[in-house]
């Protein structure tokens, strides 16, 4: 028999339907092989085993059924020839390298006597404590969720039960010699049908390798995932153990999504839904002497602590905020009308990779300015984020959606994006650590196979013997490039005469920062790029107003950038050290290096 294909439209994950709520649907008309759910749209696909179950649910669903409160209607059927190719979330035949499963650990009294041992009533501190997902209670040593370790100079009165003096042996008989001595401590879990815990990999300081957990009064879907954004779900039986070893333990985090079913394989091979009941996790790890020595180093906190960044390095990271405080948001603050107004032409290699994402994408503009690369291409969603709240105010006026934040630390979900710009926004970031941070957050936000577009002033304005648009803009000065930037002092003398507190800052506080001459070949890589605010009723700047004066003799504020300028292949090597992508493209665009990155 050959599988069928069916469309469902008005039924996706941008409609607010659960993959759970399609399989309840249709599991009377039998022969579900699989749902597959795509990212960022509004329909699904149903695949039967065979015609006669696809006819079916053809004939009872189609027009007839809406499963979301929105206004998406009902939901639509249609045979498709072939489906996209997504690999859906119910592989429950693979498993993390290292993961152990042994079904029927324990017997049914086995079970009771577990359950019942256990004393909630417990007054001591911490103990017995009820969080906001489900009743912790812990043996031996207390796990501090505060610190996300344990106090190992500080066990507690109470140790592991005696019912659970079985484990060594128990694991002997299955051919399972995991642990060479009883665990030293044990977290007992209670939840109640709905509830579940945040993905996380126990604290690997903490914690020697294994751990395991024993799943009692109810079976549960436990969802492990790897930092480059595999996920695979792991059916847990009721009376199972499950042991977490090597990679599984160190480098895969595992979490329980709250809800109130699971999506399960049936012997036959179809899926159904299994509702969950009340089920009590007793998770038992051998507190660790010492510091963890494992090799990998992403999810360790004792290598990174032994690898940490040195003082002056955090010192460098303060200073680094303080400068783009002063000199990038402030004066953005104060120039965002004015620098909107010479910000109106888009880049045609821009606009083309936004005109290259497909119909349904979501596009995340960081650092979007005042939205001049939205609305280049009809049938995508598209949010803008900015430090800025002047330019986004100017967004928001011309209807786009944007929100406040900083590029270091974006406030969305992970895998939400297939496309993501960064168009001069990098080299106002202070420090190469700074600027990994925000090429990481964007990887982040990306869908697996998602690109980003990435742009950043250049130092070479001149390449081929053609000049940048930025040199050629320069009308007024023709000085010879050794007379381009003056020294430091000077330029910081004639700063302070300035009536805007921002220079007189960057006399201050910065004083080691040259300032550049504008519509000039560039001398440093990190330097302050005066801005003249236009002032009404007088000479009109230059079309970037990076460089001009006022025929009349009046002051005319001055605030002053800082830029990082990237040297060639400096953006290549930065971007290739983002674990979870890869560069596909790079070029040189009118005075910027770019580059395309994509998710893997």
């Not at 969950?276 to 963890?292: D, L, N, W």
């Not at 040195?310 to 402030?330: N, P, R, T, Y």
Request: glycine share 6%; charged share 25%; proline share 5%.
């Amino acid at each position: 028999m050959q599988v069928v294909y069916v469309m469902v439209a008005n039924a996706g994950l941008v409609t607010g339907l659960q993959q759970e709520q399609l399989l309840e649907l249709t599991l009377p008309y039998g022969g579900v092989d699989s749902i597959i759910m795509l990212p960022g749209k509004s329909y699904c696909f149903l695949i039967f085993k065979d015609v006669l179950h696809a006819s079916r649910a053809y004939v009872s669903i189609h027009g007839k059924i809406k499963l979301t409160p929105n206004d998406s209607g009902p939901l639509y059927l249609a045979y498709a020839e072939r489906v996209p190719e997504f690999s859906h979330s119910w592989n429950y035949y693979q498993k993390p390298p290292g993961l152990i499963l042994l079904e029927e650990f324990v017997t049914e009294d086995e079970e009771e006597s577990l359950l019942n041992c256990i004393d909630w009533k417990t007054t001591d501190s911490h103990l017995g404590q009820t969080l906001k997902h489900r009743r912790v209670k812990h043996y031996g040593y207390e796990f501090r969720y505060d610190i996300n370790s344990v106090d190992k100079d500080c066990p507690l009165s109470e140790i592991i039960p005696s019912e659970c003096n079985f484990l060594l042996d128990r694991l002997k008989e299955n051919n399972a010699n995991v642990l060479s001595s009883f665990p030293t401590q044990l977290t007992v879990n209670h939840y109640q049908p709905g509830q579940g815990i945040p993905p996380h990999v126990d604290t690997h300081s903490a914690f020697e390798d294994p751990i395991l957990s024993l799943s009692l009064g109810s079976s549960i879907v436990m969802e492990f995932r790897h930092q480059i954004g595999q996920m695979i779900p792991v059916l847990l039986p009721r009376r199972s153990l499950l042991i977490m070893s090597e990679e599984a333990r160190y480098a895969w985090s595992h979490g329980i999504t709250p809800r109130k079913t699971d999506v399960i394989p049936t012997q036959s091979g179809d899926l159904t839904i299994q509702q969950r009941g009340e089920r009590t996790s007793f998770t038992f790890r051998c507190i660790r002497k010492g510091e963890c020595t494992c090799v990998y180093h992403d999810q360790c906190d004792s290598y990174k602590k032994k690898n940490s960044i040195s003082k002056v390095h955090i010192i460098d990271d303060v200073l680094a905020a303080q400068l783009e405080s002063l000199h990038v948001h402030e004066v953005y603050e104060e120039i965002a009308n004015h620098f909107s107004h010479t910000r109106h032409k888009p880049w045609p290699n821009v606009v083309s990779f936004v005109q290259s994402l497909p119909f349904g994408s979501l596009l995340v503009d960081v650092g979007c300015g005042n939205g001049k690369y939205f609305g280049k291409k009809t049938g995508i969603f598209e949010i803008g984020c900015d430090h800025s709240v002047g330019l986004a105010d100017v967004c928001r006026d011309r209807g786009f959606e944007v929100f406040n934040c900083n590029c270091l630390s974006l406030p969305l979900k992970s895998e939400i994006a297939e496309g993501c710009l960064s168009i001069a926004v990098l080299h106002h970031l202070a420090t190469k650590e700074r600027r990994l941070r925000a090429v990481e957050e964007m990887v982040r936000i990306l869908l697996p196979g998602g690109k980003a577009l990435i742009y950043v002033w250049a130092k070479e304005q001149e390449r081929y013997k053609t000049q940048s648009s930025y040199l050629k803009q320069d009308r007024k000065n023709r000085k010879k490039v050794c007379d381009s930037e003056l020294k430091h002092g000077q330029q910081h003398s004639d700063a302070s005469k300035s009536k805007d507190t921002t220079s007189n800052k960057a006399s201050s506080q910065f004083p080691s920062l040259p300032i550049h001459t504008n519509r000039t070949q560039f001398q440093h890589q990190d330097l302050l790029v005066p801005w003249k605010l236009k002032v009404a009723g007088k000479a009109e700047l230059d079309k970037t107003t990076e460089a001009s004066h006022l025929e009349s003799s009046q002051e005319v504020p001055t605030f002053y950038r800082y830029y990082h300028v990237f040297q060639e292949g400096e953006l290549e090597c930065l971007c290739s050290s983002v674990k979870g992508a890869k560069p596909i493209q790079s070029y040189y665009d009118q005075g910027n290096w770019c580059i395309v990155l994509e998710k893997i």
